[in-house]
């Protein structure tokens, strides 16, 4: 016996699907019969993603940059002072690739804490 005879002998009014409830009384102005009705989901895709970057001065000391990246971008110290002299050599890095909204919180702490503490470290976000 293959599937669809089985169906026709478990199913012998062909109904496509089984419901109960309010759908199933013919005076409901939402009734939809056997047809299961389910809600389509919208498509959400990805949000874009927005490139962090370090920019150089000859004034902020090394240290502090890579207790920056440390702190803000969760690196580990081998990874912060990578960065730092990528900073340092090409003249900017990048330090993380986040949703706008994140990218740019970042860029403006890390810019307020440099503030704070009295340094001219600055931070730019571009489109990945």
Same mark, same amino acid.
């Given at each position: ?58 004034? *902020?000391?090394?240290?502090? +940059? &890579? %207790? ?10 081998? /990874? ?24 740019? *919180?970042?860029?403006?702490? +890390? &810019? %307020? ?10 931070? /730019?976000?571009?489109?990945?």
């Amino acid at each position: 016996m293959n599937l669809q005879q089985w169906w026709q002998r478990e199913n012998p009014e062909g109904r496509v699907g089984i419901s109960a409830g309010p759908a199933d009384n013919p005076a409901d102005p939402d009734r939809h019969g056997d047809l299961a009705i389910e809600e389509a989901r919208p498509k959400l895709k990805p949000p874009s993603m927005y490139k962090v970057l370090m920019i150089n001065d000859d004034y *902020t000391p090394m240290d502090f +940059v &890579v %207790e920056v990246l440390e702190d803000f971008f969760s690196m580990n110290r081998e /990874q912060a002072t990578r960065v730092m002299l990528t900073v340092h050599t090409e003249g900017k890095a990048v330090c993380g690739l986040y949703p706008q909204d994140i990218a740019e *919180t970042k860029a403006t702490q +890390v &810019v %307020e804490y440099a503030r704070e503490n009295q340094h001219p470290l600055m931070c /730019q976000v571009e489109k990945a």
